[in-house]
């Protein structure tokens, strides 16, 4: 699956989250945000130290070392883009931010009910 259809599933799902059309039981939405920040913070921390992988060194003096070592270097930032891993740890990390969202709203409906039972049970005691 591309990473644009990633966004638009969880658009999709997120949206029907929202509708109150998709429910995650509390224990499992909570774990799952767990998982999802550990895994944003994993991605975030690569991305700060992207720019050393962009500069390769030590493949000779010959124009075809150097070339190479441009090749490398692009393969973790090219500001074109295109396939390098910058953009996609931003990409990635974009879909997990819409899982997030998607779990935060089961979190929320879950805290909103509670309130309002517990509002509920107030009034009859």
Avoid: P
């Avoid at 599933?9 to 109150?20: E, P, R, T, V």
């Avoid at 000779?60 to 390098?84: H, I, Y």
């Avoid at 709203?105 to 107030?122: G, K």
């Amino acid at each position: 699956m591309s990473i644009e259809d990633s966004i638009t599933q969880w658009q999709f799902l997120s949206d029907q989250a929202k509708a109150g059309q998709l429910y995650l039981e509390e224990s499992v939405a909570v774990g799952c945000r767990t998982a999802i920040e550990a895994q944003i913070g994993v991605y975030q921390e690569c991305l700060q130290g992207i720019g050393q992988m962009a500069r390769v060194s030590g493949l000779g003096e010959f124009a075809c070392g150097q070339e190479l070592a441009r090749l490398l270097g692009l393969k973790a930032v090219d500001s074109t883009g295109d396939g390098d891993l910058a953009t996609s740890l931003r990409d990635h990390i974009q879909v997990l931010k819409l899982m997030a969202d998607t779990i935060q709203v089961s979190l929320d409906r879950v805290q909103e009910q509670d309130s309002s039972n517990s509002q509920d049970y107030d009034q009859v005691g």
